[in-house]
């Protein structure tokens, strides 16, 4: 089992749909958990962190469930700017960043 | 907003011959590492370091790797002789706590030719 799973993509969505992306991981010591996102050839910028009882950016909601090992990110309305690489992020107890393989989304206008 | 500075944006090099990564971390930060991210797939951990040593590798860190704070403000990773499967974006982060709120350098890409 991969450290940590996402949904493959690409997420193809028009402006202003609701998209929601799902992210497994495997090590159940883990510790922190993020969102980042990648715009192409560009570094990985946190978008959010999350926390167990759910947290909430705008138009950007995150939720972990630590029993089930199950990070979501929803983006609610989406814009054209929010096409991007979404990276599902895990630290591990040795406090390393564990990336997962990234859902890329497309939002059309 | 605070930076970490990664130089060259871009290197072209031939098989075999070494090259030096650099990076300034954000000034206040304790923790740094580096990360790889081969074309189309994921980011993948090389090393970190804390008060001047290695505080884990990964299995991509071989022999052909080092690292190196040599002036208190430089983070260099430096690959001996460079493989063809070297080319990658190589990314520099640092962290306050090494537990979160990592920074990551806009990267470098090295091409192995």
């Known amino acids: 089992r991969k450290e940590v799973e996402q949904d493959p993509g690409p997420f193809n969505v028009p402006e202003g749909a609701t998209v929601a992306f799902n992210c497994t991981y495997s090590?159940?010591?883990?510790?922190?958990f993020f969102w980042y996102r990648q715009d192409c050839r560009k570094e990985p910028k946190l978008l959010m962190s999350?926390?167990?009882s759910g947290n909430e950016d705008g138009r950007f909601t995150a939720q972990l469930n630590r029993a089930s090992q199950y990070i979501s990110l929803l983006i609610r309305d989406s814009k054209l700017s929010d096409s991007a690489t979404y990276l599902c992020?895990?630290?591990?107890?040795?406090?390393?960043?564990?990336f997962g393989q990234g859902t890329e989304l497309s939002v059309k206008p | 907003e605070p930076e970490v500075t990664q130089t060259p944006s871009h290197q072209v090099t031939q098989m075999g011959q070494e090259v030096i990564l650099r990076c300034v971390p954000i000034?206040?930060?304790?923790?740094f590492y580096w990360y790889r991210q081969i074309l189309g797939q994921k980011v993948e951990f090389l090393v970190s370091?804390?008060?001047?040593?290695?505080?884990?590798k990964s299995e991509i860190f071989d022999d052909q790797f080092s690292v190196e704070r040599p002036d208190g403000s430089n983070f260099t990773l430096k690959i001996r002789s460079t493989k063809l499967e070297d080319s990658a974006m190589y990314f520099c982060a640092s962290s306050v706590r090494g537990e979160g709120g990592y920074t990551f350098g806009s990267g470098t890409r090295l091409t192995v030719v």
């Open positions: 000034s206040n930060h304790l923790y």
């Open positions: 999350v926390y167990s």
């Open positions: 992020v895990v630290i591990d107890p040795g406090g390393k960043l564990i």
């Open positions: 090590n159940s010591a883990s510790q922190s």
């Open positions: 370091f804390y008060n001047n040593e290695i505080s884990e």
